[in-house]
């Protein structure tokens, strides 16, 4: 069975802590990759990964994928309360649109 | 551009009602997805459409959930009779199908069955 697995599932940490959210994965066919950022209504759209080694990067946030290992991490530094979300990592398979997303990380970025 | 607009934004029901939950897709994508939300689950996919055509409804928990795309911009999920246990957050989602498949979501409907 398909499985996208998250962690921590919860984070707290200070303004200016540099932290590191992790995604494993077990699916057949990869695809792609996607980090989503939820607030408190809907999932935003971070960063999709296809390729190994290679770093997508969006001001303090970066994620890279490694498709030998199945995992992607996701890095946010100089955090921000603005950062406090829950932070979800999808799979797509080949041959489908379907994302299959993993439970999600929420992290608490204090003053 | 206007998002996936979705309708209701919340609904409370009693146990045992016909609850339908509306969507309207980004125009020009061909690709619709429903999602469920609970703290427990996580996000599920329901069931997702590609050219109004229902592709994997492996997700439906039982017969109380049908959903249908009758043209391109308007989609809907019916619980019927809905249940307790159905209380959650229920996103619709829609993407242009092209590598990558990157979605973007609805605000979402937040159903609570009493």
């Known amino acids: 069975e398909d499985k996208v697995v998250q962690s921590p599932l919860s984070l707290v940490v200070h303004e200016g802590d540099t932290v590191t959210l992790n995604c494993s994965y077990e699916v057949t066919n990869f695809r792609s990759l996607l980090w989503y950022k939820q607030e408190k209504k809907a999932p935003t759209f971070l960063f999709m990964l296809?390729?190994?080694?290679i770093e997508k990067k969006s001001g303090r946030l970066s994620s890279i994928l490694d498709k030998k290992e199945l995992f992607s991490i996701l890095n946010i530094t100089a955090t921000q309360t603005g950062d406090s979300a829950v932070y979800l990592c999808a799979v797509v398979k080949l041959n489908t649109d379907k994302l299959i997303f993993g439970t999600g990380t929420r992290l608490q970025v204090f003053p | 551009d206007a998002g996936v607009i979705q309708s209701p934004r919340h609904e409370v029901t009693e146990m045992g009602q016909e609850v339908t939950l509306r969507c309207k897709p980004i125009?020009?994508?061909?690709?619709l997805f429903w999602y469920r939300q609970t703290m427990m689950r996580g996000l599920e996919l329901l069931i997702y459409?590609?050219?109004?055509?229902?592709?994997?409804d492996s997700g439906m928990p039982e017969d109380r959930f049908s959903a249908k795309m009758p043209n391109a911009s308007f989609s809907t999920l019916k619980i019927q009779p809905s249940e307790p246990r159905d209380s959650a957050v229920y996103f619709c989602a829609s993407s242009l199908s092209a590598p990558g498949g990157e979605l973007f979501f609805g605000e979402g409907s937040r159903l609570t069955v009493l």
């Open positions: 296809t390729s190994s080694g």
């Open positions: 125009s020009g994508h061909n690709s």
């Open positions: 459409f590609n050219n109004n055509v229902p592709i994997d």
